[in-house]
C-alpha cells in the first residue's frame, strides 16, 4: 500500500512538472531574405537567414538557446565570402532571476554602449532604484542575419595572448532624467570609461555622451556625441560628434552604439567632426526615415545620405528598403539594401 502511495505520488509530481514545463516554454523564430548593392563596383549579394530560439523557464531558472543559418543565394564580384560559417549559435545559456537579483551564464547577446553582438560571459544584475549589471566576456561572435557569419574570436590583450573583457554599467532614472556611466577594459591592453546624460520631457530630448580610453599601447582615445530632439507630428534629431586628435582607441573593438549613420565610414577617424540631422515618421503601415551626415577630418571630409523605408504587412511580416549614399574626396558610392522578414 505504501509502496502505491509512493508510486501515485512520483506520477503526480511528474505530471504536474511536465505541466509546468511545457506551458513555460516557447519557440519562436523568424526567416530573412536580404540583399544589397553598391553601384560604384557593381559587388552585391542576396541571401537567406533561418533563426531560431527556444526558451524553457523552470521557476526561477531559464535555460536558453538560439541559432542562426545563413546561405547564399547569388553575388556579384565575389561580395560574399564563400568560406563563411554556415550556422552558428547566437544563444546557449543558464539565466537566474529572482527578485531583484538575476545572473546569466553562458553565450549571450550583449547591448552597451561599447559591447555588442554575442559572448561568451557571466553576468550578474541588480535592479531597484538602478541598474546594476557588472560581467566578464572570454569571447565574441558577430552572427549577424544581412552578412555573411563570422567567426568566434577570444579577447586578446596586447600581446595577442588570451584574455578577458571585463564590464560593468550603471543606469540611474530619476524623473526626466537617465544617467549612465559604465567601464570596461581589457586587462594589460586598455581601460575605457564614459557616461550618458538623457534629459526627456515634453517630446523633447537631449543626450551627452563621453568616452574615453586609457591604452596600454598606443595613444590614449576619446569621443564625446551631443544630441537634441523633438517628437511631435515626426520624430527629429540633430547631433555632432567629436573624436579626439588621436582617434579613439580601443573604444570600439567590441561593438558601438554612437554612429548614426548607415556606413559612417570616418566617425570615429583621428580629429573626426560630424555633425548630423535626421527624422523619421510612422504612417499607418509605413515608417519613413531619412538622415544627413558630414565628417570633416585632417585628410578627408565625406558627405553622406541615407533613406530607409519599411512596410510592416502584419505582426509576422515586414519589409524593408534602405538606400545610402556617400560622397568624400576621393570617390561616390550608391547602396542599396532590401530584406524581407518573416516572424512566426
Not at 515626426?234 to 573624436?243: F, M, S, T
Not at 553622406?304 to 574626396?329: G, Q
Request: net charge negative; charged share 30%; glycine share 10%.
Amino acid at each position: 500500500m505504501k509502496l502505491k502511495s509512493l508510486v501515485l505520488s512520483i506520477a503526480l509530481i511528474s505530471g504536474l512538472s511536465a505541466y509546468d514545463i511545457s506551458k513555460n516554454q516557447t519557440l519562436e523564430g523568424y526567416v530573412k531574405i536580404h540583399g544589397e548593392s553598391d553601384t560604384k563596383s557593381d559587388a552585391g549579394f542576396s541571401m537567406a537567414s533561418f533563426n531560431l530560439k527556444y526558451r524553457h523557464s523552470i521557476n526561477e531558472f531559464t535555460f536558453n538557446a538560439a541559432g542562426i543559418a545563413n546561405f547564399k543565394i547569388s553575388e556579384d564580384e565575389d561580395a560574399y565570402d564563400d568560406n563563411a560559417n554556415k550556422f552558428g549559435v547566437r544563444e546557449f545559456n543558464i539565466e537566474y532571476a529572482k527578485g531583484k537579483f538575476s545572473a546569466i551564464i553562458g553565450r549571450q547577446e550583449l547591448d552597451f554602449a561599447w559591447i555588442g553582438d554575442y559572448h561568451d560571459a557571466v553576468m550578474l544584475g541588480y535592479e531597484d532604484e538602478c541598474e546594476i549589471k557588472l560581467g566578464v566576456s572570454r569571447g565574441k561572435i558577430v552572427l549577424d542575419d544581412d552578412a555573411p557569419l563570422e567567426k568566434h574570436e577570444r579577447i586578446k590583450d596586447k600581446d595577442d595572448e588570451n584574455s578577458l573583457l571585463y564590464f560593468g554599467d550603471v543606469k540611474f532614472k530619476k524623473d526626466s532624467f537617465n544617467v549612465n556611466p559604465y567601464l570596461f577594459g581589457v586587462k594589460d591592453k586598455f581601460l575605457g570609461y564614459g557616461i550618458i546624460a538623457q534629459f526627456e520631457k515634453d517630446g523633447f530630448t537631449l543626450l551627452g555622451h563621453y568616452a574615453g580610453s586609457n591604452e596600454d599601447v598606443g595613444k590614449d582615445g576619446s569621443i564625446y556625441q551631443i544630441e537634441g530632439g523633438y517628437s511631435s507630428f515626426a520624430d527629429l534629431k540633430v547631433g555632432y560628434i567629436k573624436a579626439s586628435d588621436d582617434g579613439i582607441g580601443s573604444l570600439a573593438d567590441y561593438g558601438d552604439n554612437i554612429n548614426p549613420l548607415e556606413e559612417g565610414n570616418l566617425v570615429y577617424d583621428a580629429d573626426a567632426k560630424t555633425v548630423y540631422i535626421g527624422a523619421k515618421k510612422e504612417i499607418d503601415k509605413f515608417t519613413l526615415g531619412a538622415m544627413y551626415g558630414r565628417t570633416d577630418t585632417d585628410t578627408i571630409d565625406e558627405d553622406e545620405i541615407n533613406f530607409n523605408l519599411t512596410y510592416a504587412y502584419n505582426d509576422n511580416l515586414e519589409v524593408e528598403f534602405i538606400y545610402s549614399r556617400t560622397d568624400n574626396d576621393d570617390e561616390k558610392t550608391n547602396n542599396f539594401k532590401g530584406s524581407v522578414t518573416y516572424s512566426f
